[in-house]
């Protein structure tokens, strides 16, 4: 296994700072959109793999910006199948019961519905 020095949580929030400046940006420069993207996967990927990176105490998590901004890029695009990804990794991080969250469940139950009337 790598080592690496520091915590999760200095590398969530490392990530989560440089999103949030790159997310300022992305109306001068919108070739921005898939680093930021990049990066928030890589944040959600590293709360799944070391979830003391992003909790502070048993069953109390800290803000992931990345569910909300991903989400909203998702959702604003109509890429359920990773709005859907997003939603399931942000339930296992403690992060389900965000209003996006349940945006996302409740798309993705429409369109099923949609398809299953078809």
Known sequence: ??????????????????VA?????????????????R??????????????AVSFAEGQFVYIGAV??????YLTEGLLADALWVA????RVGAGDRPRVRKARERAARVAAEDAAV
Not at 1 to 18: C, F, K, N, R, W
Not at 68 to 73: A, G, K, T
Not at 88 to 91: D, T
């Open 1 to 18: 296994m790598l080592e690496l020095p520091g915590q999760g949580s200095d590398y969530h929030y490392a990530l989560q700072s440089t």
């Open 39 to 52: 990066l928030c996967r890589l944040d959600l990927q590293l709360a799944l793999a070391v979830p003391d």
């Open 88 to 91: 399931e990794v942000a339930e």
């Open 68 to 73: 909300d901004w991903l989400l909203e890029m």
């Open 21 to 37: 400046e790159l997310r300022k940006r992305r109306q001068a420069s919108p070739g921005l959109f898939g680093e930021i993207e």
